[in-house]
T-cell receptor
Framework: QKEVEQNSGPLSVPEGAIASLNCTYS??????FFWYRQYSGKSPELIMS????GDKEDGRFTAQLNKASQYVSLLIRDSQPSDSATYLC???????????FGTGTQLKVEL | GAVVSQHPSWVICKSGTSVKIECRSL??????MFWYRQFPKQSLMLMAT?????????EQGVEKDKFLINHASLTLSTLTVTSAHPEDSSFYIC???????????FGEGSWLTVV
């Protein structure tokens, strides 16, 4: 089992819709969870971080964490074509500084 | 947010030569820096973790004599790919975190092409 699993997609949503991206992780002691957006040929940029169970909202983005189910998700409301990118889920197991990345989900927002 | 800068953004080198990539934290002291490699359509793979003033810790399968990492100051880490081969062609990305920080900031990445 991979440490961090994501559906590779592509996930296609129409402009203005809600995009839902999911991620599961295997290390139960993981403490910190991150969502990064990566455009083709570019470095990842941090979208959201979440450390506690529940929801965390920032603008059009909402991260959801369920440690019991070892599941973290990212919702993007009012999706825009500029949101089209690969979204990487990253987990910080054991409280250290290392990040373990999923393979990413490609999101396509269509006009 | 914090800024991490990489240089060069892209580099082409001949097979057998060495190439150095720099990673700088511009507005914070980076106690820990990480080096990743990403092949096309694949995820980021951690190569090594470096703490300022200490030897880097390499991930399993990464040759420490081939990928030399130096973290001599709190704002600069370098990755040197020695005796580069075409299979080393990849996107190399550094990231950094400061003292007590949970958030890790990424540099812009460096494209290496070995011909």
């Amino acid at each position: 089992q991979k440490e961090v699993e994501q559906n590779s997609g592509p996930l296609s949503v129409p402009e203005g819709a809600i995009a839902s991206l999911n991620c599961t992780y295997s290390d139960r002691v993981s403490q910190s969870f991150f969502w990064y957006r990566q455009y083709s040929g570019k470095s990842p940029e941090l979208i959201m971080s979440i450390y506690s169970n529940g929801d965390k909202e920032d603008g059009r983005f909402t991260a959801q964490l369920n440690k019991a189910s070892q599941y973290v998700s990212l919702l993007i409301r009012d999706s825009q074509p500029s949101d089209s990118a690969t979204y990487l889920c990253a987990v910080n197991p054991g409280g250290g500084n290392k990040l373990t990345f999923g393979t990413g989900t490609q999101l396509k927002v269509e006009l | 947010g914090a800024v991490v800068s990489q240089h060069p953004s892209w580099v082409i080198c001949k097979s057998g030569t060495s190439v150095k990539i720099e990673c700088r934290s511009l507005d914070f002291q980076a106690t820990t820096m990480f080096w990743y490699r990403q092949f096309p359509k694949q995820s980021l793979m951690l190569m090594a973790t470096s703490n300022e003033g200490s030897k880097a810790t390499y991930e399993q399968g990464v040759e420490k004599d081939k990928f030399l990492i130096n973290h001599a100051s709190l704002t600069l880490s370098t990755l040197t790919v020695t005796s580069a081969h075409p299979e080393d062609s990849s996107f190399y990305i550094c990231s950094a975190t400061g003292t007590g920080g949970h958030t890790i900031y990424f540099g812009e990445g460096s494209w290496l092409t070995v011909v």
